[in-house]
């Protein structure tokens, strides 16, 4: 396996493995502690304000020093809802942007934006985000940041050659529960880590009820066309952090499978109407994907994703250490105390976020249960995101990250397909991870 381009992935036998070659040195240097000149006002234009973006785009409204000056969506229900809120809570009209499905063009070529947010379907997020950083704006894109390698490598290097952020909006890196997590991880509550799980378990079958607009109208058709973890971010990204993946440690290879695919069929057999053609639709992603990602310092973690199942909400949050264990939905925590206790899960969680709760969210909390957004996560997020853009900091989850957690779209759907052949993970940072400091957030 020599001479390979960074993006030859090697084909053949279910025992061979999709590898990355080495890849080019940075474009213009790292972004990994990268920190862009202050904003004190963020001149935002906003791509996509349907089920996703009208929520966020109301947080965004609530940010002291954000100015939102334009709009795109090429549906003119919500695009006209987004620019009469904007409007009654600026006091002025923001730009709206409609359209073919190249509208959105006239959004990332304006000069008078310093970040674009987008908040489209998947397939849309990298081109967004790349047009964006090529005009000159900060790009923070919702989940996945890309769909295939090629994509997400091209977002790297854009970003470094623009020194503009590009930041995946993975929202569930700060809720209450994950941010005290992390908080316990640094303090060394559980030793030494050894390996972790996440997933995103979330039953949307009732998605092919709603086909007026919103993600009903898209996100189906994607288990019709691809095995693989469809969304592998929301339980991933967390306990890549308390791993301090990119800072100290990095995804090494994977191994992914999935069961068969039957609930999204059954579904639609039993609840669509007569007529209605995805009765006929032929679903090929399993019902159950799971992945076991191997990091360079020998820890594992499980990555599941399960839309299809009637059960209840579950991301997991699971990580253990040589010095106990936490497990999420529900919490709960095991540690060695050099007694028994570590026996019996101990489910009262109090105590804990009295003692450990993260100080970004001891600070926000108040406002984060007022404003809401997934539990007051989104909330916290978008503060975080544009205190970043505003005091000049480094943005917690640079482009690496980003990239990092959503190759699992396009590498699981290689595993199944090849038998659960290993999958090379790329090392994005290009050895960076490897004198990056720990990954905390400073308050």
């Not at 030494?192 to 092919?208: C, D, N, S, V, W």
């Amino acid at each position: 396996m020599t001479d390979l381009t960074r993006r030859t992935l090697i084909a053949g036998t279910a025992l061979a493995t999709a590898a990355t070659a080495k890849a080019p040195p940075p474009t213009a240097g790292s972004m990994m502690a990268f920190a862009a000149p202050k904003l004190s006002t963020v001149r935002i234009g906003i791509i996509g304000v349907g089920e996703r973006g009208t929520p966020m785009t109301d947080l965004l409204l609530t940010l002291d020093g954000v100015d939102i000056r334009a709009i795109a969506d090429t549906d003119a229900f919500v695009l006209d809802r987004a620019v009469a809120k904007v409007t009654a809570k600026q006091g002025r009209a923001p730009a709206r942007i409609s359209g073919g499905a190249e509208a959105w063009r006239q959004l990332t070529g304006r000069d008078d934006l310093d970040a674009v947010f987008i908040f489209t379907p998947w397939d849309l997020h990298a081109p967004m985000a790349l047009a964006a950083m090529k005009a000159g704006k900060h790009a923070f894109v919702e989940v996945p940041m890309g769909v295939t390698i090629d994509q997400l490598w091209e977002l790297v290097e854009t970003s470094e050659a623009t020194r503009k952020h590009c930041m995946m909006l993975e929202n569930c890196c700060y809720g209450r529960e994950e941010l005290m997590l992390l908080n316990m991880v640094r303090q060394g509550l559980f030793g030494e880590l050894t390996h972790g799980a996440g997933a995103y378990i979330h039953e949307l079958r009732g998605q092919m009820l709603r086909t007026e607009r919103g993600e009903g109208v898209w996100r189906p058709g994607w288990q019709t066309r691809q095995r693989g973890n469809l969304y592998p971010t929301h339980g991933l990204g967390p306990v890549a952090q308390y791993m301090n993946i990119n800072r100290g440690d990095r995804f090494d290879y994977l191994v992914a499978m999935d069961s068969p695919a039957l609930g999204m069929a059954a579904f639609a057999q039993e609840r669509l109407p007569a007529g209605d053609p995805q009765r006929n639709w032929r679903f090929i992603a399993g019902d159950m994907s799971s992945a076991l990602v191997k990091t360079v310092r020998g820890r594992t973690i499980l990555v599941q994703h399960d839309i299809n199942t009637p059960r209840p909400y579950d991301r997991l949050n699971y990580i253990q250490g040589t010095k106990g264990a936490f497990g999420g939905y529900p919490a709960r925590i095991a540690i060695d105390d050099g007694g028994n206790a570590h026996h019996k899960w101990d489910t009262d969680m109090a105590p804990w976020q009295a003692k450990y709760d993260h100080p970004l969210w001891s600070k926000l909390s108040a406002l984060a249960l007022e404003r809401g957004g997934h539990g007051g996560m989104d909330f916290v997020m978008l503060w975080r995101a544009i205190s970043c853009l505003r005091e000049g900091w480094p943005v917690d989850q640079p482009v690496y990250d980003g990239a990092s957690w959503s190759s699992l779209f396009d590498l699981t759907q290689r595993s199944v397909k090849n038998r659960s052949a290993a999958q090379d993970i790329p090392d994005f940072t290009r050895g960076g991870w490897q004198t990056a400091a720990s990954f905390d957030i400073k308050v």
